[in-house]
């Protein structure tokens, strides 16, 4: 398999991921958005592993999918707490710290 | 004997390609990508959950492919059984009408087109800069590592252990906060 299989699908992952953080304004997709970029970095990890035949990258992966996991969490539980707030997640209306 | 069929930079058969691996891995990556592209653009944001279940899912599979068995565990558990049904629940319980609805999007999300594009070509570029066309060593071998959950534990108690023990702190922490942040007082 040709090197540049893993790496080409993980950038197509990241930017379809960075268009949709720009893009989206439900905070809740956002984080889906986010989710991509973590899972293409994660592909990026694994294939460097591969290719170097070893398996410090698996450990990083699951390193990241472990924090990926707490963010989604924290980041719902906001998320939430702003929803109860605001009866809104529409994120261009959250502008009260625009100085 | 060199069949060597090529459709534009993407060469599936060729002599010194595994083409079953090649193939395996387009088969895997043109629903991921499509899965992706839907996520940010569906108009309905439990279609953007259940689409990105196939992305998630594909990238399971790619993990078998890359010889990675245990992330590729780890990642449906993790992604697929928890982080998806943390997703539905806050869409449930962020929304009042299910459905179509208007408004996903930012007013000026057009820029995200050229800032995304921009992205993937400075990527791609970096990406054929650095490999080229370089294969994957793939042929078994008395010099490969074989990769072991075995290996994967020993890593994390031997050289990664102070991480782990930040990690474990990281996830205690954000356990304790996602439950402060979304009490009700």
Redesign the interface.
């Known amino acids: 398999m040709y090197a540049y299989n893993f790496l080409i699908l993980a950038a197509a992952m990241f930017a379809i991921g960075v268009f949709g953080v720009i893009a989206r304004r439900n905070a809740v997709t956002v984080l889906m958005s986010i989710e991509l970029i973590l899972n293409s970095v994660n592909i990026n990890l694994v294939a460097f592993a591969l290719m170097n035949d070893t398996y410090d990258g698996h450990v990083f992966a699951l390193f990241v999918i472990a924090i990926a996991a707490a963010e989604v969490g924290v980041g719902l539980a906001m998320v939430l707490m702003i929803y109860r707030n605001r009866r809104s997640i529409a994120l261009d209306e959250l502008s009260e710290l625009r100085g | 004997m060199s069949a060597v069929v090529s459709t534009g930079s993407i ?1 599936l058969l060729a002599a010194d ?2 083409v079953a ?2 193939v395996g ?2 088969v895997i ?1 043109v629903p ?2 499509w899965g ?2 839907r ?2 653009t569906a108009r309905n ?1 439990v279609h ?2 259940l689409w ?1 279940v196939i ?2 899912g594909g ?1 399971a599979a ?2 078998i492919l ?3 068995e ?2 590729a565990v ?2 449906i558990m ?2 697929i059984g ?2 998806m049904v ?2 539905l ?3 449930m ?2 929304r009042a009408q299910v459905g179509r609805e208007d ?5 000026g ?5 050229p ?3 921009l ?2 070509g400075v ?2 570029f970096a ?2 800069d650095a ?8 042929r078994a071998g008395d ?3 074989l ?1 072991s959950t075995t ?2 534990s020993d ?2 108690l031997g050289p ?1 252990l102070i ?1 782990l023990i930040a ?1 474990s702190f ?2 205690l922490v ?2 304790i ?3 402060v ?2 009490r ?1 007082d």
């Open positions: 060469t390609v595994n691996q090649n891995f387009w990556a991921m990508l992706a592209l996520v940010v944001v953007a959950a990105l992305v998630l990238a790619q993990y890359a010889a990675a245990f992330v780890s990642q993790v992604y928890a982080v943390l997703f629940f806050g869409i319980l962020t408004g996903l999007n930012n007013a999300w057009a820029i995200g087109i800032v995304g594009l992205v993937f990527l791609a990406v054929f490999v080229g066309t370089d294969l994957i060593d793939d010099d490969k590592v990769v290996a994967i890593a994390y990664y991480p990690l990281v996830l954000a356990a906060g996602a439950i942040l979304a009700k």
